[in-house]
């Protein structure tokens, strides 16, 4: 089992930056991958990001390349997401998760049934 932690949420004026952060416990060395995910109100949740455990490879959806770095700290079972030029749009819950699934491609890690460790969510609200 993995137990995740997600913090750093906050309000915050369009432009403004925030980093979250999402501390690991337990069978963290199970984990194949950790990813960024976020739901906005009546709508689907929606993948931001995600880091391999082994390379360190990083993945991005489109609308947050350029403004958000994700990044892990081995020694703290801690990942991040810098989030910098923040838009109204980026309003959201954000959760962070954890997959102990091996797939050969990237695609299947920007899905939420590659992860099976959720953190509890932190709202994240940006107004314009």
């Known amino acids: 089992q993995v137990q995740l932690v997600d913090t750093g949420g906050g309000l915050v004026q369009a432009g403004g930056s925030l980093r979250l952060s999402c501390a690991a416990s337990?069978?963290?060395?199970?984990?194949?991958?950790m990813a960024w995910f976020r739901q906005a109100p009546g709508k689907e949740r929606e993948f931001v990001s995600a880091i391999m455990w082994s390379g360190g490879s990083t993945y991005y959806v489109d609308s947050v390349k350029g403004r958000f770095t994700i990044s892990r700290d081995n020694a703290k079972n801690t990942m991040y997401l810098q989030m910098n030029s923040l838009k109204p749009e980026d309003t959201a819950v954000y959760y962070c998760?954890?997959?102990?699934?091996?797939?050969?491609?990237?695609?299947?890690?920007?899905?939420?049934?590659?992860?099976?460790?959720w953190g509890q969510g932190t709202q994240v609200t940006v107004s314009s």
């Open positions: 998760a954890a997959s102990s699934r091996i797939s050969g491609g990237a695609y299947f890690y920007t899905k939420p049934y590659a992860y099976n460790y």
């Open positions: 337990g069978r963290t060395f199970s984990s194949s991958a």
